[in-house]
């Protein structure tokens, strides 16, 4: 069972960055692909960004191209999302989730491949 515990999360102005931390447990960490997801107040949850068990191939959403960045550590068993440049309309709870791929080099984009979550971590970014 693989445990994700995010970290990072707080109130920025406009223009400001956060970077965001996600722990992984429990599992073996470089076998897993794994992404980045948010959901604003009364919207559904959304695709950010995705990256390879290797790191070596990512994918993000067109509303953040340019100015997040995933990557990860594959010996500190952490995936990060550096946000720059933040906006307002990128408030939300961020949650990072992980899905076992030993076989498969690609990203993954889709939240119900995913098979674990974390509890989300709130940002909030004001005008």
């Known amino acids: 069972q693989v445990q994700l515990v995010e970290s990072g999360g707080g109130l920025v102005q406009a223009g400001g960055s956060l970077r965001l931390s996600c722990a992984a447990s429990g599992g073996a960490f470089s076998t897993y692909a794994m992404g980045w997801f948010r959901q604003a107040p009364g919207k559904e949850r959304e695709f950010v960004a995705a990256i390879s068990r290797s790191g070596g191939r990512t994918n993000y959403a067109d509303s953040v191209k340019g100015r997040f960045t995933i990557s990860r550590d594959n010996a500190k068993n952490t995936v990060y999302l550096q946000m720059n440049e933040l906006r307002p309309e990128d408030t939300a709870v961020y949650y990072c989730?992980?899905?076992?791929?030993?076989?498969?080099?690609?990203?993954?984009?889709?939240?119900?491949?995913?098979?674990?979550w974390g509890q989300g971590t709130q940002v909030t970014v004001s005008s």
């Open positions: 989730a992980a899905v076992p791929r030993p076989r498969y080099t690609g990203p993954v984009f889709a939240s119900n491949e995913y098979d674990y």
